[in-house]
């Protein structure tokens, strides 16, 4: 490296170079380095290899007396010295991943205000409409590749924050680093702060977003079609993924935007690459094919239709008409089964609507139509009682069973009530994690459907094939990829998922996966490397320390 990150042309020395976050090694720069770059009286005599500073940040997180702590503390830790950061993460992702992430960040949400030290990203409010194109050009980095984007309407499960919600896309692109590799510079995260419906952050003094009222309709249309035209030419290469958007635009905004901008939604198109990875990967236990299930989701919002349409499309590829995929796919909702004969069906839900006889509640419709997999998506916990839990383990030898809502406290089942019910023979997995349990005397390991199996991987490989379309093919092809990297140990434990230390292994293959689909449909103007797997994996970013260029040169 001769150059910033960044671009720039000039490297910092001395007490500059102790406070660039790219470039700082903190007690591990070495003697010729702090001699060489002014650096001498400034640091310790203290000289540490990276692995030992590794080391002694685990021993400072692991001290800290809440998760809220440590959280600040890794937050506080990439502010100053992001190498030694994401090496910290990437070794320990499985025990700092639940900080960095869900379900930590939703309290940093919560805090956010009150904890806000050093901005990361760019915040955009409806009075900046006009003049978007010159409020990105602020940003330092030129060369943005992914931009993770709210307007935190529906943050997790805990409603809408305003511009509180920004810990999400702030953590959702700190997964793209540690999991795909993606260099910390060509990630944007972006807070559109329209007002907020929360009143309660109205009248706190300390709230950092605008305390008024949400805005809606023509003039939110507007700032959003100004904010992704902008983006997209201000970063053109750049994929954008819209996170948490509320229920009334995700599925909309998605619609608008995807034939015209490199982007997706992965609270949709995420969720049902890695529910439709989850069933690849049961279908190892349960035998059979994807086109034989009959699938019933309760729920039938964001998630539950996402994996729905991904799953219609990815049968439909695997040779069934679309009206026979279609006939496999089940919803209940609020209201009861969605079959033709209902009135008050929203459009995106009448895709589903069989031609069936109505059933109001969960139990009686599974008994219509037993499923080979119930997949709860509704926010409803206990919904999939013990009797329904026996009915389906009576007629499937393995059960599929999902209980996707979050956090914990929402799921539909627990994994223990999930096996209990079933003998031990459900294929379980959740959208929160579950410890292991033990049932009828054997350990069960529940899965976590854990959408940081996907995006990262989807993201690196629409980065590395410089793609300007996000397809819902690249999703199937990266649900079957994690389902590749499920080994015969996880499944014997119940797991259907790969563990998270073999992340970037599963980003890796599907970022592969995704570019060869990019080249095979034409969505880009790049050539296609010879070795693409190479190239791929040469794009991604290691935080290892190498020694600084000026060191050699002036040693020279
Ligand atoms: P949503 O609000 O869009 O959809 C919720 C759906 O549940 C609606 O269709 C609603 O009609 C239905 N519902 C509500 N009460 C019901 C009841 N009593 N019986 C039947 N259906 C009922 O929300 P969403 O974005 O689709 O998220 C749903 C859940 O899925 C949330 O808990 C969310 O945390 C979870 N989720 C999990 C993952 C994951 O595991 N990776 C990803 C995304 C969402």
Redesign the pocket.
């Given at each position: 490296m001769s150059k910033h990150p960044s671009g720039l042309e000039k490297l910092p020395r001395g007490i500059d170079l102790l406070h660039d976050p790219a470039l700082n090694k903190g007690t591990a720069f070495t003697a010729s380095e702090r001699k060489a770059l002014e650096l001498e009286g400034l640091l310790p005599p203290l000289i540490s290899t990276q692995q030992q500073q590794v080391q002694h940040i685990m021993n400072n997180v692991r001290r800290k007396p809440n998760n809220l702590e440590k959280y600040l503390y890794l937050i506080g830790l990439q502010d100053r010295n992001e190498q030694l950061f994401y090496k910290t993460l990437i070794e320990h992702l499985e025990e700092l991943s639940p900080i960095v992430y869900t379900p930590t960040v939703g309290l940093a949400c919560q805090e956010y205000s009150r904890v806000f030290r050093r901005p990361r990203g760019i915040f955009i409010t409806k009075h900046h409409h006009g003049h978007i194109r010159s409020i990105l050009r602020n940003w330092p980095y030129k060369d943005v590749r992914i931009i993770v984007v709210t307007d935190g309407e529906?943050i997790?499960?805990l409603g809408d924050l305003g511009s509180n919600g920004m810990g999400i896309p702030v953590g959702k692109l700190t997964l793209y680093t540690a999991c795909a590799g993606i260099t910390p510079n060509a990630c944007l995260p972006v807070m559109i702060d329209v007002g907020t419906g929360n009143k309660g952050l109205w009248s706190d003094p300390e709230y950092i977003g605008l305390p008024e009222e949400r805005l809606h309709g023509k003039e939110y249309d507007a700032l959003m079609d100004e904010f992704m035209e902008a983006a997209s030419k201000t970063f053109p290469h750049v994929m954008i993924q819209l996170e948490d958007f509320g229920?009334r635009n995700?599925l909309r905004l998605l619609e608008r935007y995807r034939n015209h901008y490199c982007m997706f939604d992965d609270?949709i198109q995420?969720?049902a690459g890695?529910?439709l990875a989850g069933l690849y990967s049961a279908l190892s236990v349960t035998g059979g094919k994807i086109t034989d299930q009959q699938l019933l989701f309760?729920?039938?919002?964001?998630?539950?239709?996402?994996i729905g349409n991904l799953v219609v499309s990815s049968m439909v590829d695997q040779g069934l008409s679309e009206d026979e995929a279609l006939g496999r796919c089940w919803?209940?909702?609020?209201?009861g089964l969605v079959v033709g004969s209902r009135t008050d069906l929203a459009q995106h839900k009448r895709r589903f609507a069989h031609d069936f006889p109505f059933h109001r509640d969960?139990f009686s419709a599974v008994n219509a139509i037993k499923p080979t997999a119930i997949i709860?998506?509704?926010?409803?916990p206990g919904?999939f009682t013990p009797e329904i839990l026996q009915a389906v383990a009576k007629w499937n030898k393995h059960p599929i069973v999902f209980a996707?809502?979050?956090?914990t406290s929402?799921s539909e089942c627990t994994a223990q009530d999930a096996y209990h019910y079933t003998n031990g023979h459900a294929v379980f997995a959740?959208?929160?994690p579950f410890p292991p349990v033990v049932v009828h005397g054997r350990q069960f390991v529940p899965g976590?459907?854990?959408?940081v199996y996907v995006f990262p991987g989807v993201g690196l490989g629409v980065m590395a094939s410089e793609s300007t379309r996000v397809t819902d093919e690249m999703f199937s092809a990266a649900a079957r990829c994690v389902a590749d990297k499920v080994i015969r140990e996880d499944l014997e434990l119940g797991r259907i998922f790969p563990s998270l230390s073999r992340i970037r292994e599963v980003s890796l293959h599907i970022a592969i996966a995704v570019a060869r689909l990019v080249f095979a449909r034409q969505l880009t103007a790049m050539k296609q490397p010879s070795d693409l797997p190479g190239f791929i994996k040469s794009r991604m970013y290691s935080p290892v320390y190498q020694t600084d260029p000026r060191v050699k040169t002036e040693a020279e």
């Open positions: 529906r997790l499960g229920n995700a609270d995420g969720t890695v529910a309760l729920g039938a919002g964001e998630a539950a239709l996402g919803f209940v909702d609020s209201k969960l709860g998506a509704s926010g409803q919904a996707l809502s979050n956090p929402q959740s959208g929160s976590q459907a854990n959408n």
